[in-house]
């Protein structure tokens, strides 16, 4: 079984300042991709990015990238230059290659103060 | 853009009641899934569906559960008799297609609370 791990359960950033959101996983598997979804208030979880294992290159959409460590099972979230817009709660989440199946964090509440 | 929907947004029942959660999906995709969140929980997947049958599960849907896609647009969750521990929101998805490479589009949610 898969377990991602987020050990900040809300973090607070200044508007056009930089976040980092942790998250941990465990598998005994290879191939897998890994996710950030965003949740803002009262809205739908909409897909931030997207992480394939065997892409050694940390994917990047704008201003929000990941820092992935296969070999630390470790897959954080940075967002540069943060906009009031980002304030949500941030899952990270874990699927096996092929499979159908999400398997969540418990998920960070990033606020972010004007 | 194109939306997954899901009505209603919070439906109250009593316990030992049947309830049926409705999700419209992206019309032109082909996989559906269901999840739910108990307050202060994780979101957990529940189960995954595809030409009208169930492609994968988990341990949590068992014989209370099951899915519907009744007819060219809807895809229902059913409880067949509702526990308190039935108490979460409930999230709709689809997909294009399954696997990984593939993003899962979530709707709103239903917040379902049993009394």
């Known amino acids: 079984a898969q377990t991602v791990t987020q050990s900040q359960p809300e973090m607070s950033v200044q508007e056009a300042e930089t976040v980092t959101l942790s998250c941990t996983y465990d598998?005994?598997?290879?191939?897998?991709?890994l996710f950030w979804y965003k949740q803002p208030p009262s809205r739908q979880m909409i897909l931030v990015i997207r992480?394939?294992?065997?892409?050694?290159q940390n994917a990047t959409e704008n201003r929000f990238s990941v820092n992935f460590q296969k070999a630390a099972k470790s897959f954080s979230l940075k967002i540069s230059d943060s906009q009031l817009g980002d304030t949500a709660m941030y899952f990270c989440?874990?699927?096996?290659?092929?499979?159908?199946?999400?398997?969540f964090g418990a998920g960070t509440t990033v606020t972010v103060r004007a | 853009e194109p939306e997954v929907t899901q009505t209603p947004s919070h439906q109250v029942t009593q316990m030992g009641q049947e309830v049926i959660l409705r999700c419209v999906p992206i019309?032109?995709?082909?996989?559906f899934y269901w999840y739910r969140q108990i307050l202060g929980q994780k979101v957990e997947f529940l189960v995954s569906?595809?030409?009208?049958?169930?492609?994968?599960k988990s341990e949590i849907f068992d014989d209370q559960f099951s899915v519907e896609r009744p007819d060219g647009s809807n895809f229902t969750l059913k409880i067949r008799s509702t526990k308190l521990e039935d108490s979460a929101m409930y999230f709709c998805?689809?997909?294009?297609?399954?696997?990984?490479?593939?993003?899962?589009?979530f709707g709103p949610g239903t917040r379902l609370t049993v009394t």
């Open positions: 998805a689809s997909s294009l297609t399954g696997g990984s490479s593939y993003e899962q589009y």
């Open positions: 598998t005994s598997e290879n191939n897998y991709y």
């Open positions: 992480q394939e294992a065997y892409k050694q």
């Open positions: 989440a874990f699927m096996i290659t092929n499979d159908y199946k999400l398997s």
């Open positions: 019309s032109n995709h082909l996989y």
């Open positions: 569906f595809y030409n009208n049958e169930i492609s994968e």
